[in-house]
């Protein structure tokens, strides 16, 4: 019973499949961005570094010009101006100011009086003024970031950015004042600007100088799954196909293996959602019942009440049959154990197959059990199975085993095996249990005589009978007229029932 299906390319598979797809390359395009911001990040530091370091060139510069009080433009001022220079390659110039205009520069040297206005547009706590004006004489087109300190003026090279730019050109570069008040460069990126998607999704990262009044801010225009080449896009997108076909391919087996018959019944025994049921044992004569026979019970969502018949050989094949016969055991002594230490002649029967049989710690662990609840080990019945296909030897050698711990063994299905004589002879039994197939067909003749002659072993044997299957009045009446002290079990009497029903019934009949 599985409910494997083949693996159909139809709408809903092709569905599930660009769901798939579509949630991998999402996931792709949060990743690539989380990767790109963790660039950006490294990347930033980097210009922030730099940028110190430019700034203590700017510093240094300004301050050497202070010191060695430069205040008027000669030639040798203008020369000492240039062996200051020289020292800094991120500064392009250094010079002095007089009442807001530059008079003299390393590089231009004396100045006309026209040229070199500046503009005080934002000054430091310790004295440095950042020059505002538009007014480039260096370059119209190429902005130079000067900075002023007492006399002293210096240039920050326009190419002093231009490496660390080249490393990643799509980013936004803007190096201000903590506060921006003033910006000494900005760099804009290849996706500047860039419309819709690239702007609404820029990754922004801005990171501050703890010994300068610097600070970097980068923005990403493009990012994620966007901002990769076409050849890269198709090759995330194929890839992201590829996993979503097998994720969908994997969900689709895993689902229907976790509906399959194997799957369910392993389940459920694990959860412990298996359950017994007990079928009363009745003393023909009186119709008193003398005990009950333990049935192991399933019931599943998916595949409803199911035989155990059918699911204890499944259960064998798939391991877990082990877990079974020890729940019964333990389920059984839970339940029953209150009922039968208040009536010792109370007996109930186990079913076991060949596991219980080859393991030799069932009879100990049962026996451990029975300690535990204060239950006599002859209130409990072993039932062998007749159609049990283990040599008779290792059934004799467990049956004497449990006889000798006090269990009782019944031969269950008396009649359907193939050696029936050879089992009354070399297996040691207290009960013989015949098969409904003999009960139902009494109407045949064969089938009475064999009953007759069966009945006559049995009771010169000196064993139990127990008629299994017992269904109508008809088959009652024939039966005690045959023999009297025999007990029955049938559907005439009772069908199996859970705990709550047999107590109830067992008290009820305590009171008749
Ligand atoms: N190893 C284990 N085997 C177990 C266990 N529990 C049950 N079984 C075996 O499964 C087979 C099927 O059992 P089930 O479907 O529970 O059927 C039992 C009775 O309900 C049924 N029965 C009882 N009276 C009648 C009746 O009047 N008519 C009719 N048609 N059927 C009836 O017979 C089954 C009990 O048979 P038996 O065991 O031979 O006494 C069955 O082989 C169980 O043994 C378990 O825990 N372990």
Not at 110 to 135: A, H, M, P, Q
Not at 182 to 204: R, S
Not at 351 to 357: A, F, V
Not at 369 to 392: F, N, V
């Amino acid at each position: 019973m599985n409910l494997h299906n083949k693996f159909k390319l139809n709408t809903p598979t092709l569905f599930r499949m660009l769901v798939a797809t579509t949630i991998l390359v999402l996931i792709a395009n949060y990743t690539i961005i989380k990767f790109q911001a963790r660039e950006q990040i490294a990347y930033i530091k980097q210009i922030l570094r730099h940028s110190e370091s430019v700034s203590t060139q700017i510093h240094e510069s300004l301050n050497r010009v202070v010191e060695a009080n430069i205040n008027n433009c000669n030639d040798s001022n203008i020369n000492r101006l240039r062996e200051i220079l020289l020292d800094y390659q991120d500064v392009i110039d250094v010079g002095i100011t007089h009442k807001g205009k530059v008079i003299c520069t390393a590089g231009w040297g004396l100045f006309d009086k026209s040229r070199g206005y500046v503009k005080e547009e934002y000054s430091t706590s310790d004295g440095y003024i950042f020059d505002g004006s538009d007014n480039n004489f260096h370059n119209k087109k190429i902005h130079v970031d000067a900075t002023i300190y007492k006399t002293a003026i210096a240039f920050t090279s326009p190419f002093a950015f231009k490496k660390i730019k080249e490393m990643y050109p799509q980013f936004d570069v803007v190096i201000s004042t903590h506060k921006g008040r003033h910006d000494f460069l900005i760099l804009p990126g290849t996706h500047h600007g860039g419309a819709g998607f690239a702007v609404n999704n820029a990754v922004h990262a801005k990171i501050c100088s703890k010994t300068f009044d610097l600070c970097v801010l980068t923005r990403n225009g493009m990012v994620g799954f966007l901002s990769l080449d076409p050849l890269h896009q198709a090759l995330v997108v194929l890839i992201c196909l590829l996993l979503g076909v097998f994720l969908s391919w994997f969900a689709y087996f895993y689902l229907n293996s976790r509906k399959s018959f194997e799957y369910r019944l392993k389940k459920a025994v694990q959860d412990e959602q298996l359950y017994l049921e007990y079928q009363p044992v009745v003393r023909m004569n009186d119709e008193k019942i003398v005990g009950v026979e333990t049935l192991i019970r399933w019931q599943d969502k998916l595949y409803g009440k199911v035989s155990p018949e059918l699911f204890i050989d499944v259960a064998e094949k798939i391991g877990v049959y082990g877990q079974i016969s020890e729940f019964v055991i333990k389920r059984l002594t839970e339940e029953l154990s209150h009922y039968l230490t208040r009536n010792s002649s109370f007996t109930v029967s186990i079913n076991i197959g060949g596991y219980e049989i080859e393991h030799c710690n069932y009879i100990n662990y049962l026996y451990e059990q029975c300690i535990q609840y204060r239950i006599k080990p002859s209130q409990i019945k072993i039932e062998i199975t007749e159609r049990s296909t283990l040599p008779h030897d290792v059934i004799a050698d467990f049956s004497r085993r449990a006889r000798a711990k006090g269990f009782c063994v019944s031969i269950d299905d008396f009649g359907t095996g193939t050696a029936n004589l050879i089992w009354l002879t070399e297996i040691d039994f207290d009960e013989i249990k015949i098969d409904k197939f003999y009960v139902k067909g009494l109407q045949e003749e064969y089938k009475r005589n064999i009953l007759t002659c069966i009945s006559g072993l049995v009771i010169g044997i000196g064993a139990q009978i127990v008629f299994e299957g017992v269904e109508d009045i008809v088959e009652l009446n024939y039966l005690k007229g045959h023999n009297e002290n025999a007990y029955a079990q049938g559907w005439f009497f009772y069908k199996s029932m859970n705990i709550d029903e047999l107590c109830q019934k067992l008290n009820a009949a305590s009171h008749d």
